[in-house]
């Protein structure tokens, strides 16, 4: 019976850590696309700025979308 509870707490576990990624993910492709004009009009200190804050968004896409295919490769099997 405890096998079965801890298994159920990890199926919780990671869907829930799923469902963050999924958010995050989501998160971070929408201010990717509003940065979009950003990138096309600014210059020097500005465009710097957001180059660095699309690079902390693009390792956060590459984090979560490497967990949420984990999780979905675990839904699968």
Known sequence: ?????????????AAARGAQARANLVAALRECGELADAVATFDGNELL???TYLDSLRFVMAESGQLLAGVARGEQG
């Not at 019976?1 to 576990?13: G, I």
Request: no cysteine; hydrophobic share 40%; glycine share 0%.
């Open 1 to 13: 019976m405890d096998d079965e509870r801890m298994v159920d707490a990890d199926d919780t576990t």
């Open 49 to 51: 700025e957001v180059l």
